[in-house]
């Protein structure tokens, strides 16, 4: 079971970017479908996006389709969120998640679907 952290948040404002990563221990870091979540202050958590084990196949909520970008480097046991454009809406404690034992092409915007979750890390877009 890998241990996931979360990092990259912080203060920007609307338009500008940030990279968020989760980083993972253990070696089977490339056996795992990763997620990304966020929860804004009032609201339920939502699904931002996902990428398969391989990286081969990605899914994007709506809202940030065409601004945000997930990646992964399995050697190094990271997966990226590239978010730019950013938006006050955007604004949400963001949460990487994993999920072992899945095919090679398995990707899920459920978060009952994930079994592992980093601490998360606060994102706020000032207007």
């Known amino acids: 079971q890998v241990q996931l952290v979360d990092s990259g948040g912080g203060l920007v404002q609307a338009g500008g970017s940030l990279r968020l990563s989760c980083a993972a221990s253990?070696?089977?870091?490339?056996?795992?479908?990763i997620g990304w979540f966020r929860q804004a202050p009032g609201k339920e958590r939502e699904f931002v996006a996902t990428i398969s084990r391989s990286g081969g196949r990605e899914n994007y909520a709506d809202s940030v389709k065409g601004r945000f970008t997930i990646s992964r480097n399995n050697p190094k046991s990271t997966v990226y969120l590239q978010m730019n454009s950013l938006k006050p809406e955007d604004t949400a404690v963001y949460y990487c998640?994993?999920?072992?034992?899945?095919?090679?092409?398995?990707?899920?915007?459920?978060?009952?679907?994930?079994?592992?979750w980093g601490q998360g890390t606060q994102v706020t877009v000032s207007s």
């Open positions: 253990g070696r089977t870091f490339s056996s795992y479908v």
């Open positions: 998640a994993g999920k072992l034992g899945v095919t090679a092409s398995y990707i899920s915007g459920n978060q009952d679907d994930y079994d592992t």
